[in-house]
């Protein structure tokens, strides 16, 4: 086994796995800060001009920086995915003009084990920010690897983890755990989405205005909480059409969709542009019943959440709605530092408009980190997707550093 990215930082995760010749890949992702220049592919043998013992690439979740690389390799290196998430980017492209994946040759399936050459890979179903994510079990010449992928347990489901820990696989001879919480300022337990949604509710019911609200169209987690801490506060939720998209794709219970109560659809200019250019009016015309225009949002102010997008901007402005609004982010506070998100701020400065950051982080505190370490009892535990190796090390027993690109007989 070998890590090329993500012993030592957060984010375009890559492992790779060999056996008897044969190698496998668990995910293959894009650097959260890839640079200038070339792509940052990782040196894998067989990426780009393929290679017959090069088996396969196995999807953790829907990130982009755990599968954001699979489109610029080889289109004959088959993928296994879960099929939700795979749905779910699939439904995204035609917003996010992002280069599609491959339909999954293998579906994830949570518990259902399946065979790629001499790998045995077992899913597990985990909960964090991305929909349809697992931890993956690999069994190889009677050895175990277990990769937790991303995961937290103060989601608005957190049975996914307290299964695991409940009934966990024995015998593992190596642990890969993500670390994104671990570091000195980052360890205090968090909030959990619960604690997020009263929050929420509660600086909605506060404001007199419109409440302009961030997160990510694709953490389908915190729309859920976002819509029900709406609900307590007798507002109605006003999401875009890409929004509505992905809602769609998953059709799961605690994710709102059109007809539910308290639910509006409001198309951003650019969503309008896109349907227009693309020649399909049935994405406008399927929420045609529950949709919201430019010149309602000011008026209805005081009754409405509606989501946020940098690139709004300019039609909130002329539509007058940034008058008396609030801006709630619920995203991770470091994306207020790129170019659109500064030029975000500075109109709302402009307007007066404050801005609140109430998030919850998708990855798990140290504490559930612990308890899946003790549940699972590895002989080993290996750090990923972290930055702070050497602080993961002083937290958990058995830890083994590893650097990215060193090959480990495990």
């Not at 010749?21 to 990782?42: A, I, N, S, T």
């Not at 987690?221 to 509505?244: P, W």
């Not at 207020?336 to 307007?351: C, F, I, K, N």
Request: proline share 8%; charged share 25%; glycine share 8%.
């Amino acid at each position: 086994m070998r890590i090329h990215r993500g012993a030592e930082q957060v984010g375009g995760t890559c492992i790779e796995l060999e056996f008897e010749g044969k190698r496998l890949l668990l995910d293959l992702g894009m650097p959260l800060e890839p640079g200038q220049g070339d792509l940052p592919l990782p040196r894998v043998p067989g990426l780009i001009d393929g290679d017959p013992n090069l088996l396969g690439v196995v999807i953790s979740h829907l990130h982009g920086d755990h599968c954001g690389l699979v489109p610029y390799v080889s289109p004959k290196l088959p993928l296994a995915m879960g099929p939700v998430a795979a749905r779910i980017l699939r439904e995204a492209e035609f917003f996010t003009r992002r280069a599609p994946l491959p339909d999954p040759r293998w579906p994830l399936i949570d518990r259902q084990p399946f065979e790629i050459g001499p790998f045995r890979i077992t899913p597990y179903q985990v909960e964090h920010s991305a929909f349809d994510s697992f931890a993956l079990l690999v069994d190889a010449g009677n050895r175990r690897l277990l990769y937790t992928g991303d995961f937290r347990a103060h989601g608005n489901d957190p049975e996914p983890l307290e299964r695991l820990v409940r009934d966990p696989p024995r015998n593992i001879h190596a642990l890969l755990m993500e670390g994104t919480q671990i570091g000195e300022e980052r360890e205090a337990d968090g909030q959990s989405e619960a604690g997020l949604r009263a929050v929420l509710a509660r600086r909605f019911r506060e404001w007199p205005g419109l409440v302009l609200t961030a997160w990510s169209s694709q953490n389908l987690d915190r729309l859920r909480t976002i819509y029900e801490a709406a609900r307590e506060a007798s507002r109605t939720l006003v999401v875009d059409l890409y929004t509505v998209t992905l809602c769609r794709a998953i059709e799961t219970a605690g994710v709102p969709i059109p007809g539910d109560a308290g639910l509006e659809v409001y198309c951003r200019d650019r969503e309008r542009i896109q349907v227009k250019e693309a020649g399909e009016f049935e994405r406008a015309n399927a929420v045609r019943p529950w949709r919201i225009f430019p010149e309602e949002i000011a008026p209805r102010g005081k009754e409405l959440v509606l989501v946020l997008r940098p690139s709004m901007l300019a039609e909130l402005e002329r539509a007058g709605a940034l008058n008396g609004a609030l801006v709630v982010w619920s995203l991770w506070r470091g994306y207020l530092a790129g170019p659109s998100e500064q030029r975000m701020q500075h109109v709302l400065a402009t307007h007066g408009v404050p801005l609140e950051v109430h998030h919850v982080s998708g990855h798990a505190y140290v504490k559930d980190l612990s308890r899946l370490v003790r549940a699972l009892d590895p002989e080993r535990v290996v750090p990923i997707h972290t930055a702070d190796p050497a602080r993961y090390a002083a937290l958990f027993p058995r830890v083994e550093i590893r650097r990215d690109g060193e090959w480990w007989d495990g």
